[in-house]
C-alpha cells in the first residue's frame, strides 16, 4: 500500500525557518519525482515544487522561488522542503505528492506562520 | 504562466442526477509528444484531494466509471454521473504541461 507521511510543521513566528519530512512507502521512491502542493486555509490548492527522480532538476513556484529548497534522500525513502524567510502567508497545509499525475498524496501537515 | 479558469464556482445536484464542471486553459495544454497534460481532483470535506482523471480522460485507478473527462486543446470538461452524496467536495482541474503548474479555482459541489 502506497503511504506518505509528512511531518515537521508547526507555529514559527516570521521570519523562521522550518523543514518539512515525507516519508514514502510501498513504492519504489527512487523511481518518481516528488511535489509539493499547499492550501492556505480556506483557499485553493497551489503548487510550490518539484524533484526529479535523481534530484537532477529541481522546479519552484514564483511565490516560494529563494526561500524554499527541496530535497530528497532515496536511501530513506524521504523527501523534504527546507522553509526559509516564513511568511504570514506561506501559513497553509502541505501536501507531498506521488510522480507525474500526483496519484498518491500525503495527509497533509499544518504551517502556522504568525507572531 | 498558464491561467486555468473553472465554472461554475458552485453546482448543487439531485443525487442521481449529473453534474458538468468546466475547466478552460489560457494556452493549449497539447504537448508535442501528442498527450495533453490536463488532470482532475478530488478533494472531498476535510480531506488530501485525490486524483480522479489524467490525460483529459483517463479514469484513476479505483476511481468509479461515474466519472469521465473529455475536451482537447484549452477545454475540458468533468461529468460526474449519478451523483452520490459521496461525490461532495471541491473539484479541481491541473495542467501539467509546464512549471509552475497550475491549478483551476476549484468547483464546489453540494448535493440538493
Known amino acids: 500500500e502506497v503511504q506518505l507521511v509528512e511531518s515537521g510543521g508547526g507555529l514559527v513566528k516570521p521570519g523562521s525557518s522550518l523543514k518539512l519530512s515525507c516519508v514514502a512507502s510501498?513504492?519504489?521512491?527512487?523511481?518518481?519525482?516528488m511535489h509539493w502542493i499547499r492550501q492556505a486555509p480556506k483557499k485553493g490548492l497551489e503548487w510550490i515544487a518539484l524533484i526529479y527522480y535523481d534530484s537532477s532538476n529541481k522546479y519552484y513556484a514564483d511565490s516560494v522561488k529563494g526561500r524554499f529548497t527541496i530535497s530528497r534522500d532515496n536511501s530513506k525513502n524521504t523527501l523534504y522542503l527546507e522553509m526559509n524567510s516564513l511568511r504570514s502567508e506561506d501559513t497553509a497545509m502541505y501536501y507531498c505528492?506521488?510522480?507525474?499525475?500526483?496519484?498518491?498524496w500525503g495527509q497533509g501537515v499544518m504551517v502556522t506562520v504568525s507572531s | 504562466d498558464i491561467m486555468m479558469t473553472q465554472s461554475p464556482l458552485s453546482v448543487a445536484v439531485t443525487p442521481g442526477e449529473s453534474a458538468s464542471i468546466s475547466c478552460r486553459s489560457s494556452?493549449?495544454?497539447?504537448?508535442?509528444?501528442?498527450?495533453?497534460?490536463l488532470s482532475w481532483y478530488l478533494q472531498r470535506p476535510e480531506k488530501s484531494p485525490q486524483l480522479l482523471i489524467y490525460?483529459?480522460?483517463n479514469l484513476a485507478s479505483g476511481v468509479s466509471d461515474r466519472f469521465s473527462g473529455s475536451g482537447s486543446g484549452t477545454d475540458f470538461t468533468l461529468k460526474i454521473s449519478k451523483v452520490e452524496t459521496e461525490d461532495v467536495g471541491i473539484y479541481y482541474c491541473v495542467q501539467f504541461l509546464e512549471v509552475p503548474l497550475t491549478f483551476g479555482s476549484g468547483t464546489k459541489l453540494e448535493i440538493k
Open positions: 494556452k493549449s495544454l497539447l504537448h508535442s509528444n501528442g498527450i495533453t497534460y
Open positions: 490525460q483529459i480522460s
Open positions: 505528492a506521488k510522480g507525474t499525475n500526483w496519484d498518491y
Open positions: 510501498g513504492f519504489t521512491f527512487s523511481s518518481y519525482g
